[in-house]
């Protein structure tokens, strides 16, 4: 079959996708169900139909754009990822993967190669944990990770519910419609840059996710007592914020002390009220993300924080409350998967590492629900989540033509 990429195509569809954002370029923001992420989903599925796709979304906004196979009975094969981006962020993290899936459908096409099985692109909603607090929303809720009602109560830092985002930007139905049957997919692939350096430092051009680690993150809410910054006087201070600088180092200090690289904890929100020059602060609102590809070493480093927690809000006389979001398991990918991966990379004469995914995914999720992989591609000094992540024309294509191949194959 000679399968060739429309590089310069992709590229102009990802530049264009870019622009729906609400950060200059070239950082990209685009949150779940803004107006920047809805007239992206416009313009995406108008791609979908000028390819030919059946598309459909559910309702939490999920969408899926299905080539109907000779066989449409058989479970589909699934490929696809996010378009949510954080807050000044790149244009590559998600994209590539439904970008790239649905140039690998079209390439596949013009190719006049026939699926047997439908071949089905999916972009999920919400991967970034970024509005509602938990990340992989929408693939949580296909694979039953996430309950219906459990979802029902999340709500965005104005106090709006899921519920009543989705329905304003016209996702409509019971959030218990959205789980699939166990088996509605025989595989899934998703194409995504590592949001890593190890392949752009030894020159690989692909990676084969083995495994995806396992992600949890929390609040933690210190209260202690507010007061003027000139008058409260130091022996009689409790303040809120020292003790929650001393929980974040406390939390680096988990992660280091497990020895292993894998390893990893991070601060990365801190509510500080009430926020002021002048004001001793009585509260801070910690959100912090721990992961590890041992959910045991991970769980540890968990234990570690909660005891540091008590220690240092005794001795602060502040208190420190402890509200898990989430605590996944880890992954591993189907080893048939990875087999097809790796057997279309070494017929087409590519290199390729298999790796585990430190990042984690809506594959992560997914994998619950039918056998899963992933393909990588290098990224810029492993730069992810900053306005110059980047990877190149050559690289992105390159993990298309690997896709539409490896997808051919698993819809035979
Ligand atoms: O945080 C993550 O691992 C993903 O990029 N949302
Ligand atoms: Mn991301
Ligand atoms: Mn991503």
């Not at 000044?88 to 790239?100: A, E, N």
């Not at 909603?125 to 607090?133: A, D, I, V």
């Not at 459990?150 to 419609?177: I, N, Q």
């Not at 991970?298 to 005891?307: A, H, N, T």
Request: hydrophobic share 40%; with cysteine; proline share 5%.
């Amino acid at each position: 079959m000679n399968l060739t990429i429309d590089t310069a195509r992709l590229t102009r569809e990802l530049e264009t996708l870019a622009t729906f954002s609400d950060a200059p370029q070239p950082a990209v923001t685009r949150i779940v169900f803004s107006e920047q992420d809805l007239r992206a989903r416009v313009w995406l599925k108008q791609l979908y139909v000028e390819a030919g796709l059946d598309v459909r979304e559910d309702a939490v906004g999920n969408t899926f754009a299905r080539w109907r196979g000779t066989d449409p009975e058989l479970p589909a094969v699934g490929t696809g990822s996010h378009t949510d981006a954080i807050p000044h962020s790149g244009r590559y993290d998600g994209t590539v993967g439904v970008l790239g899936g649905l140039e690998a459908i079209r390439a596949l096409k013009r190719a006049g190669f026939q699926p047997r099985r439908s071949i089905e692109l999916l972009m999920f909603t919400s991967e970034e944990p970024t509005r509602f607090g938990i990340g992989c929303l929408g693939s949580r809720l296909l694979s039953g990770s996430l309950t219906a009602s459990a979802a029902d109560c999340l709500k965005d830092s104005d106090g709006r519910t899921l519920d009543e985002v989705r329905a304003a930007a016209g996702f409509h139905g019971s959030l218990d419609s959205v789980r699939l049957d166990p088996g509605c997919y025989s595989a899934f692939v998703e194409l995504h840059i590592e949001q890593g350096p190890l392949l752009e430092r030894r020159n690989v051009p692909l990676g084969i996710v083995t495994a995806i680690a396992a992600p949890a993150s929390l609040w933690v809410t210190i209260e202690g007592e507010g007061g003027h910054a000139g008058a409260v006087l130091m022996p009689d201070r409790r303040d809120a914020f020292l003790a929650a600088a001393e929980i974040a180092l406390a939390l680096e200090a988990a992660a280091l002390s497990t020895g292993a690289i894998d390893s990893v904890a991070t601060t990365g929100l801190c509510e500080v009220f009430p926020g002021v020059i002048n004001g001793v602060p009585s509260r801070v609102r910690l959100g912090m993300d721990v992961r590890d590809i041992d959910p045991e070493r991970r769980d540890g480093m968990l234990g570690k924080l909660k005891l540091a927690c008590g220690d240092i809000s005794r001795r602060r006389r502040v208190t420190a409350r402890i509200e898990m979001i989430n605590q996944d398991a880890p992954t591993t990918c189907a080893p048939a998967i990875v087999d097809v991966l790796a057997a279309t990379c070494e017929k087409r004469g590519f290199a390729f590492d298999k790796m585990v995914s430190r990042a984690y995914h809506d594959s992560l999720f997914i994998s619950r629900i039918c056998p899963t992989s992933m393909l990588f591609i290098p990224c810029r000094s492993g730069f992810s989540h900053r306005p110059d992540e980047y990877s190149t024309p050559e690289a992105i294509s390159q993990g298309t033509l690997v896709l539409a191949d490896a997808l051919a194959q698993l819809a035979c």
